[in-house]
């Protein structure tokens, strides 16, 4: 059974009762407060630094995004002590600054429905999601500066007319057809965001997937179709997944020095079926299971489609295009022993405009149970993947059942150039990392069940949230 990263802190209410009535309803000072900066730490190796960005209860991070000046900016949720009444509220919803030293600079509210936020030279932020919205089809973005003060504010929608709509629905026997759905089961959702310049590019999940560019002002530049969506129907057993080769999920998104946007979605054969019959062509390169690489010019003209083999991946996690060549990482299952599945990592890269058989695939390994959450550049054709490893869930044995956090690093033809790991006495988890300035990469991370003196029922609170900074030798 596989671990679901993105859902390990929320702990449900009925497993929280019994701890409830042992929480302590003291108010000690903020921990974060006693640190500085980015510092080393006993648990990480010597190329890391990191700092606390909690308080010191239940708490994660949801995402981060990196200023042109190193400044870091968290978006992340964080319980306030209730005492008894702790986990009968909702975390509160926060965006943390770090500077480029780690120094802690301020912290904003935020509602409950931010999605995605990216940061802009300047120093602005484009947020997507606000407020709760009655409107399935619309999503609500402002433009803020650090301070938090609003320089701009609309609600996106876009009205797609019926014959541009690209909504699949394929079933175990291997049909294929377009769903006609009514409006009350359309939305709109944001997949992925990025900064590019002022402007900020985005992938939208809206009657198909979407990307688009939106101006420092809000206004919509361009939408352009990336590729069909499809839903697996009455698909009730693994095998019958296996068939299609499902599970394969994910989105890549990036934007090139020529300010070309470049998006990574999985091309499994049903897919494949529905994207011939929306846009009337085929993806140039491998056939097979592969995942679609699809580029779109600064002024969203489509330019190339192109499928890369990809035969065991599940998750892709992340997607780099520099100087005109690719790189892409995703988790994967791969044999060990001949016997069991265990996650792995897997790297592509090639030429944009090279011949597919030049293209490069290769599976990686950092221990057992590796499980990627993100891949970044991280210097001149090399590149981090960043997750968790060394989790046996069948063991018995209490230290194979804790993850360890890696970051590794790679060259353009994924051969491993360095592994740097936090280590604990409690398991670590790396949730989330994001190129940093120059060569740096800045990372978000949890310990679990971290060291407390406040009784058993305080371990319930007792989670730490860290930034860290990984600075290649």
Partial sequence: ????????????????????????????????????????????????????????FQSSVSELAVGADGTTWLRRGEYEDRGEDTFFFPPVKRLSQVDAEGGWRSELSLPDFVHHHVVHPSGELTVFGWEREEDPLAIQVRRIRPDGTVVAQRRFTHAIPPEARMDFIALPNGALGRAQLPDSERNAAIMLARADGEEAVFLLALDGIRVGRLDARLETLWLSPVAPSVALKDFSTWEQMEAVGAPWVGWGLDVDEQHQVHVATPLMDLQRRAYVESFEREPTGATGRAFLLSSFSPTGAFVSARAVSAPEPQEIVGLVVRAGTFALGASERALVGGRTLSPDLYFASGRLDGAAEDDLVRALDVERDDVPMSFVACGQARYCFAGDTGFAQDSTDPEQRKSKGFLLTVDASGQQQGLFQLRREEAVHVLIARQGVGDSVVFAFGIDGSRTTGGPGSRAKSNETWVGILSPP
């Fill in 1 to 56: 059974m596989s671990r679901n990263h993105r859902v390990r802190l929320r702990l449900t209410f009925f497993a929280l009762l019994p701890l409830l009535g042992a929480c302590s309803d003291s108010r000690e000072p903020c921990v974060r407060d006693s640190q500085a900066a980015f510092a080393p730490a006993d648990f990480l190796d010597e190329h890391l630094r990191a700092r606390r960005v909690d308080c010191g």
